[in-house]
């Protein structure tokens, strides 16, 4: 009784409540896109929506058996059930391939697929390993270890192949970039092997994750510019991509040390002005070379680029998907065509294929138009910043860890998942969390939030 | 080591890749319109929905272009299953290579689309959309293939409509339609490939009128090409419309008369209501049945047999044949003359065949009489005067003031310029000025003698029949004319406002009279020319002429109107290399207005004569 109370009083209310809004949304847009005249019902369970509907019964009463559970139980058993979704990863592969993957465990759409039940384990193993060791201990072999863990069910994903899937994982490195535990060990063993060099750090090796994603980012942005002649503002002559590129990045390093002249302690002072330049020197460097890289490259290398892109369009061949994808998004406009009225993304025109799964945005953006999509994406940050706040609160670092994952799963998943249907990222199939059909995923993500707000509720009754 | 500061670092990406995201769904769905006409691409389509062309009432209310519906056999690929060539060949009476030769024609007919990104040629053709394999299949053709098509799934029939001429007569001044051309669809909205334009005569002219207006319906498509709904609940939409219907001035009875009388023969009949101008009947010899030339397998079987058929039956005489006018010119002449004042109605001149030649009459000592006997030397002496009127120093400049002022006169009678009829195709004939003589003899180098030859409507003058008719409406009224035309009414409005006008020669009244009692000498007082073209009840007033052809047999040519007193019909008939205007021109003129005004022919001999007389006509068999 006591404990019931417990749960009520501390429960994250606001996270679950985005959560079931979430929920509802998801639900409402899969009953328009997968609309049928002949079974008008949302109760029909011989289509789409029915179905769904009872993934999300079924979700919800997994959901109350996480609550009345003791969650000291996945802290215990993280190792165990690390090992049975591995061991599920290894049965998948002999099943027969569906759509060109093995990534089913059953018959038809009573299958599961335990590619999305084993981001909740590692997740799990993770949080659990990562617990273990104290901040002294981070050394090669920890990371090494913690490598291993995300290494192993990656590895029998993309045997599936589930490529989708095996990118959400390395959302696990961000996690690990939160607590510490950097590639830096490794890079310092070979650093300090020159002699009379003697770090006990290196700033690149500890910020490795930002710095990939800078360097990607930098890398698009001109690839994406390198056959454009920009008109600036203040400049009387055109220039071209990368060298508009680097201008910018300097207009921005230049304001930063300027700014941290202005406002930081005299001690950062120099060493945030280093770090600035050397940035500077490093991706205006990077943009040069990716440009000239690009441009020596052969044609039909890049012709590729060019596709994964966007730059070059090929709508009714490699690129249909997208292409009807963005032709569905765009044409929703301010306030959307209305309720139950996408005309190109429904699943009955087809135009959009997967337009209840993997394309499920597309409806939605097309149904109620930017406004909506602000909403949308209101709600997602909302839940993120939420689940960051909730992660930071905890008193234990499993919790903390554990938290972590979720959110940067989830971001991971919605980011690509639109980036998908706005050109910003490739088409790979991963479901958009609570809105995409399909089993699987909603028992995973639903079981991933519960668990979460479980160990949120208890977070105050042991430090663990 | 203290690592809470990250958090910000993960916060701060995940705040700015929403940021990101916001920016940009912000700019394909509301700034940039390209994907929002991309998806109307995808997933609307316009259908189109042709009515049938606007039908053809002659004066009497009878349909004579009227629409019968034909049926095309359409295919979709996609929806082909193991098609059995063998059999469908042998459905449609076709060999196996022609089945597998016209699928290439489909997909080679619909072009290629050039992709300016990506440099590549991409064939228009779509697997899923319907395409025409076999056109204009008559309801005999379908009913043999159509029980027969659930064997082949992919195809089906599709009913359209074609035009259909239940008295095949008039085939000329109707004209035909055929497939737009590339330029046509380009230039006006409104066709698509496939459809028809009126090609020749009223059917080109008035293109505009009968061609009606296209149902649109937008409809939401799926992938599949399935129409899904209505686009916008139909707010879009528009229904086809046929036009209304066109009413001719034209007597159909007299029409088809017509063609019988001038069957294998060369030539025209031309025949005009003067106190309308509309035109009654506008028969072209040789002709053609104008069924033969509806739809695309009839006009590529026969059009290249009318072409090159030596008699040319898709020539269109009444407009285009341009003809010296012979004698019947000099009533233009003596007109010109009185008014002119340098002569008058009494004004006699001998018969002087040392000036050119004539055959044997008494001299004519008035107008009426120079008509009646058609006097070459008279009409000599009265150009002459029209010409040399001695008003400007030396005998050059003055023929250039004669001729000019002369030429004035004529345009008044719309001569030697097209007379603006709604039909397409009119040639203007030729009524020369000073200018044209400067070209031909240098400036002041040309006097009367030099050009005489035009007083008796010879030499560089030329008329077509339909201005030939003309001048017998004008005469008929006595001064002035509409501008002949065949449309009484589209729909409820009347004709088109330049057949509203009245036009005036600048030849007064009173001088007419003295012409149309000529002209009536000529028919029926002995001495006359045409005292074949008598009628004992009908009052004809008539002008022969024999025009001479240089290349063979003299053309025959008759100019008339009838009653006297109260015109009804005005009539002009050519008929080429046919000898004496009075022996054929003038009975079947006769024979014409006594069909029209009483609806039956009295002398069933002469009626006889004509229709079995064969002409200067090539045959085409061997």
Known sequence: ?464 | MNFDIRRYVILAFIILVGFLYTFRLFYMQVVDDTWTLRAHEVAEKRIEITPPRGVVFDRNGMKIVSNRTYFNLMMVEDEIKNLDTVAFAKLIGWTVEDVRKRFKEIIKGEGTYYNKITGKRTSNYQKIRKYPFLKELTLEEISRIAPHLENFPGFYEKVTSMRNYPFKSGANIMGYLSEVNREEVESDHFYKPGDNIGRSGIEKFYERELRGRKGIKYIVTSALNNAIESFADGKYDTTARQADPLKLGMDMIIQSYGEKLMQNKKGCIVAIEPSTGEILAMVSAPSYDPNLLVGKRNISANYPKLALDKNMPLFPRPLQAEYPPGSIFKLVQSLIGMQEGVITARSGFPCDKSLVGCHDHPSARNVAEAVQYSCNPYYYAVVRRIIQQGKKKGIFADAEYGLNKWHKYMRSFGLGKTLDADVSGQRPGLIPDSKYYDKWYGHHQWAFSTIRSISIGQGEVKLTPLHMANIAAIIANKGWFYVPHFVKSIGRKGPLAIYRTKKRTMVNEQYYGPVIEGMRKVVNEAGGTASMARLDDIEICGKTGTVQNPHGEDHSVFIAFAPMNNPKIAIAVFVENAGFGGTWAGPIASLMIEKYLKRKVSDKDKEKRIIDAKLAYISNQR
Request: charge should be positive.
């Open chain 1, 1 to 464: 009784m006591r404990k019931e109370e417990s749960l009520i009083s501390h429960l994250d209310w606001p996270l679950f409540i985005s959560f079931i809004l979430m929920l509802i949304a998801g639900m409402t847009t899969l009953y328009s896109v997968a609309y049928n005249d002949l079974h008008p019902s949302i109760f029909d369970v011989s289509m789409m929506y029915g179905k769904q509907l009872i993934w999300i019964v079924v979700s919800l009463f997994l959901g109350l058996l996480v609550f009345l559970i003791d969650s000291d139980i996945y802290r215990r058993f993280a190792f165990p059930i690390y090992g049975f979704t591995l061991f599920l990863l290894v049965v998948v592969l002999f099943m027969p391939a569906v759509h060109g993957a093995r990534a089913w465990i059953g018959i038809g759409s009573m299958g599961i697929q335990p590619a999305e039940f084993a981001k909740i384990s590692t997740a799990l193993l993770l949080a659990k390993y990562i617990s273990s060791i104290s901040v002294k201990q981070q050394n090669i072999s920890s990371v090494l270890t913690a490598s291993a863990i995300l290494l192993v069910p990656m590895a029998l994903i993309l045997l599936q192949p589930d490529a989708g899937t095996f990118v959400v994982f390395t959302s696990f490195l961000f996690v690990m970039y939160r607590e510490g535990l950097t590639f830096d060990p490794i890079i310092l063993s070979f650093v300090n092997r020159i002699p009379g060099v003697r770090f006990k750090e290196t700033w690149v090796g500890s910020h490795f994750i930002p710095i990939l994603f800078v360097m990607i980012f930098i890398s698009v942005i001109t690839l994406l510019l390198n056959s454009v002649q920009l008109d600036f503002f203040f400049l009387p002559f055109p220039v071209s991509g990368s060298i508009g590129v680097i201008s910018t990045i300097l207009i921005f390093s230049v304001l930063s040390i300027l700014f941290l002249q202005r406002f930081s302690a005299k001690r950062e002072r120099s060493r945030g002005t280093v770090i600035i330049i050397l940035g500077f020197v490093f991706t205006s460097g990077l943009s040069f070379i990716v440009d000239h890289g690009f441009n020596s490259l052969a044609p039909h290398q890049k012709d590729r680029i060019e596709l994964f892109l966007g730059l070059r369009e090929d709508p009714n061949g490699k690129d249909y998907n997208r292409n009807r994808a963005m032709a569905a998004v765009g044409s929703g406009g301010l306030l959307g065509k209305g309720y139950n009225k996408a005309s190109v993304s429904s699943v009955e025109s087809n135009h959009v294929p997967e337009s209840e799964t993997d394309f499920i945005f597309c409806p939605f953006a097309e149904e109620w138009g930017f406004v909506g999509i602000t909403f949308l994406f209101g709600l997602y940050l909302f839940m993120l910043i939420r689940i960051i706040l909730i992660a930071e609160r905890q008193r234990s670092i499993f919790n903390r860890v554990y938290a972590y994952c979720v959110g940067m799963i989830l971001f991971y998943h919605f980011a690509i998942n639109i980036g998908m249907n706005i050109g910003f990222a490739p088409v790979i199939g991963i479901p958009l969390p609570f809105f995409s059909y399909g089993g699987s995923s909603m028992m995973s993500f639903c079981m991933m939030m519960f668990i979460l707000l479980k160990l949120d509720s208890q977070r105050k009754d042991v430090l663990r």
